[in-house]
């Protein structure tokens, strides 16, 4: 056959003679082939647009792989449209508008290609096309490897991506192809994108690395399923979901990743199975918003490479480990924000250089059947209204096994820790806690120490060879029930009596539970304590007025104030006063500032004489809400006797009354406020909070609550001005100054920030003051001698990189 020419053959011989021969181009061959006939190509280059319209076999000479070449100078190269076989071709694009080869139709048979191109798309599969496609290799720097979309599908096996300007494989349009055995690398965009409603992809025993940016991406609702995969070696994230998206990964690796190995929001969903994530920069897992979510079952976590939690999940997102191994990483899992939840069962934390489980800002954890070891603090619940539950659970080998401080009240039971370095348990500043049947054995410092002021109660419990003794705490310490030490004997108090203790010592034993003094019993008819006097109006306010920005929120709140206060000096003169209600709701986006309104609100209440303490118990659904018909209600009075005389500050008030409620026991929640609102009108003030078009649904369908409101006070979004002026007070707090040109830099980075969603105000602000810190701390410690400057000035090379 000469070079240059197509012969055709057929199998059967009605029509042999008028189709059997050859053809000087592929065109001709084709208008004379019919379905079932055989193109065979000898080697040369075609500069033709070729389009098969027909169930042919087009095929390269046998023992020639590479030298048939489709390369015309414009448009789409190869164009497939029936139920084809092609084989053996090299495919060559020059445009950059066009796919180098276009299936749209029938379930062609492409073997063995190769695409080397500077195309849109190396190969672009659309609408009723459900090609196989074996062996083929896409090299194409100037745009997307491999497009499905359109409600294409698809099989690709043993097929590679070795260079893509932009996206590897992309996935869209309600396409579902499958992936088998296929490597994607040198892409410049995401290495694999999967994005759109009823869009999916399943790859078994596929490879994503050498990646300029995110490894896999899904988003706005896409779906993918990912078995016995790796990926590696990116420049960002390993992988992202976004929006709604659903990813399953089982017996996959990510690993060596920069960034994140995991990032998820936006209530997307990922599930790992028998997976493993290492060697990561930043997060191994990071959960963002609510309704996103992490179930992660026998999967093993470690080998940090930067100095971030292994598992962060934050602004009320959600993650579930079972069975899983977290281990060498400078934290294990960082669960902050309210609504943010972990739950750990049957899993191992150990080889932690900081604290294993942190929780912080109302989030919640809880830890069943765990073992921690070989971490510097075992579990931190930090700040007001972040709790939970560690149940059976070990803790060994620590400097500290759990710390509870600033309000938090986790419930802890049936653990026990051994060998801490310092005390098994640490409670301070106010923190609170129940603990039942723990124990500590080995401690190096105490077994329980309980600082002053912390509302605690431990219930039989025991110490055991306790360096400097089993339990320590004050006078007016925790409630104990029915404790125990190998040092000090029995410790007994009754419920009612804080802090009143017995304890029958051993004379031999070196460190007995301190015996209270006996004035810690208070005669009754002892005077009480008096409470910490209430600041004066003046400061309150002039503290309010200090905030940055808020101006409208400050005029609201003062015009309130003043109307309570003229009142009240009219009662006093003896006239009519108007009755002035003073539940109020809050509405904004987050981040700016409606908490600390709230407490300031309550002190100036309790400064004019109409509370009696004016301080704020905050809570949300969670705190609430209940499980079962009447625990509900038992808990929202619970909150409602605890703001007794303050302010009950409710946040996200809004998920009381879901869309969607049917059953839901919120309704009971919202029932019993009322109610108490109405029989303690004078002993609370009741604030609720949350996004504005979600508070006005909610007060517009429940009546009841929204007349016992007298105002509405809306708290606009900080403008970049705003935000420097936070960024600068940050600064002078932490000792940092502003270098020049860095305020320009920073209004023109809160300008151009994307203001969606997930942007914090404030929190925004503070965040980007700490990266500042990060990266100037990157930049000084390379010098080899830094001055005062070089320490404290932040520049416009600090900001970080925009999302």
């Excluded at 931190?380 to 803790?395: E, K, M, V």
């Excluded at 306010?541 to 920005?549: C, F, S």
């Excluded at 309570?564 to 006093?572: D, K, T």
């Amino acid at each position: 056959m000469a070079q240059g020419t197509v012969q055709v053959t057929h199998s059967g011989t009605s029509r042999w003679r008028r189709r059997t021969g050859e053809y000087a181009s592929l065109a001709a061959a084709l208008e004379a082939a019919a379905d079932g006939d055989v193109l065979t190509v000898a080697p040369g280059t075609y500069r033709e647009n070729l389009v098969v319209g027909r169930a042919v076999t087009l095929r390269g000479p046998e023992g020639s792989l590479g030298s048939v070449r489709i390369a015309p100078y414009d448009g789409v190269p190869l164009t497939v449209r029936a139920s084809a076989t092609v084989q053996d071709i090299h495919v060559e694009g020059q445009d950059s508008a066009a796919p180098a080869l276009l299936v749209e139709d029938g379930t062609p048979e492409l073997l063995d290609l190769r695409i080397v191109t500077r195309s849109a798309t190396g190969i672009e599969v659309r609408g009723a096309a459900r090609p196989t496609v074996r062996r083929a290799t896409v090299d194409n720097p100037a745009g997307v490897g491999l497009a499905v979309l359109d409600g294409a599908g698809g099989v690709f096996e043993e097929c590679e991506i070795v260079a893509a300007g932009q996206a590897g494989v992309a996935v869209s349009g309600g396409a579902r192809p499958r992936l088998e055995r296929c490597r994607v690398h040198h892409a410049s965009g995401a290495g694999v994108s999967v994005a759109g409603d009823d869009t999916g992809l399943e790859a078994i025993g596929c490879e994503v690395y050498e990646i300029k940016g995110t490894g896999v991406q899904v988003a706005s609702r896409g779906v993918a399923h990912f078995t016995d995969s790796t990926f590696h070696r990116t420049t960002a994230d390993g992988i992202t979901l976004d929006t709604d998206a659903v990813l399953t990964l089982s017996d996959c690796d990510i690993h060596d990743v920069p960034e994140n190995a995991v990032d998820l929001r936006s209530r997307s969903v990922l599930t790992l199975t028998r997976s493993t994530v290492r060697r990561f920069g930043r997060n191994g897992l990071s959960v963002w918003d609510p309704g996103t979510r992490v179930d992660a079952n026998q999967c093993e976590i470690h080998d940090a490479t930067g100095d971030y939690p292994a598992v962060w999940v934050s602004d009320g997102a959600t993650a579930v480990l079972d069975a899983c191994r977290v281990h060498d990483v400078p934290d294990a899992l960082f669960v902050l924000d309210r609504g943010s939840r972990v739950d750990v069962v049957d899993s191992d934390l150990t080889q932690v250089r900081n604290t294993a489980v942190s929780v912080s800002d109302g989030a919640t954890v809880q830890l069943d059947d765990c073992r921690v070891s070989h971490a510097s603090t075992g579990a931190w619940f930090r700040d007001h209204g972040s709790g939970g539950t560690l149940a059976s659970c070990t803790i060994d080998s620590v400097q500290t096994g759990v710390i509870v401080t600033k309000g938090a009240d986790p419930a802890i039971e049936r653990c026990v820790i051994t060998s801490p370095s310092e005390a098994g348990f640490y409670v301070s500043a106010e923190g609170r806690g129940t603990f039942r049947s723990c124990r500590v054995t080995g401690s190096g410092g105490y077994g329980f120490h309980i600082m002053d002021g912390c509302r605690t109660t431990l219930n039989r419990c025991r110490t055991e060879r306790c360096a400097r003794g089993g339990y320590e705490f004050t006078d007016e310490g925790p409630v104990v029930e029915d404790c125990t030490s190998d040092e000090s004997g029995i410790v007994a108090a009754g419920p009612q009596a804080r802090g009143v203790l017995t304890a029958t010592q051993s004379p031999a034993l070196l460190a007995p539970v301190p015996a209270p003094a006996p004035a810690a019993v208070a005669a009754p008819d002892a005077a009480p304590v008096p409470a910490e006097p209430a600041r004066a109006s003046d400061d309150v306010l002039a503290e309010l007025d200090a905030l940055v920005g808020l101006e409208s929120v400050k005029r609201e709140v003062r015009a309130l104030t003043d109307m309570i206060e003229v009142g009240r000096r009219r009662r006093e003169a003896g006239l009519k006063a108007a009755s002035v209600r003073r539940h109020l709701v809050f509405t904004g986006s987050p981040g700016t500032g409606k908490t600390t309104v709230a407490r300031l609100y309550g002190e100036i209440l309790a400064s004019l004489g109409v509370l009696e303490r004016g301080h704020l118990v905050e809570v949300s659904r969670v705190d609430l809400v209940g499980e079962h018909i009447g625990s509900t209600a038992i808990r929202t009075q619970e909150a409602f006797q605890k703001a007794a005389g303050g302010v009950l500050f409710i946040d996200e008030a809004y998920a009381l009354s879901p869309e969607d409620s049917g059953r839901d026991f919120g309704k009971e929640a919202i029932d019993t406020l009322v109610k108490l609102m109405e029989d303690h009108r004078d002993a609370v003030v009741v604030i609720v909070a949350g996004y504005t078009a979600e508070m006005e649904r909610f007060l517009s369908v429940n009546p009841g609550v929204a007349s016992r409101f007298s105002r509405t006070i809306t708290f606009g979004d900080y403008a970049p001005e705003e935000l420097l002026r936070i960024v600068e007070q940050q600064a002078e707090e932490h000792e940092y100054r502003l270098g020049e040109g860095t305020p320009e830099a920073l209004v023109t980075y809160f300008s151009v920030l994307p203001k969606g969603p997930a942007f914090g105000n404030g929190r925004t602000a503070r965040q980007t003051f700490e990266s500042m810190v990060e990266r100037h701390a990157g930049r000084v410690a390379q010098l080899p001698e830094a001055s005062t400057d070089d320490l404290t000035l932040l520049y416009a090379d600090d900001l970080p990189e925009l999302p």
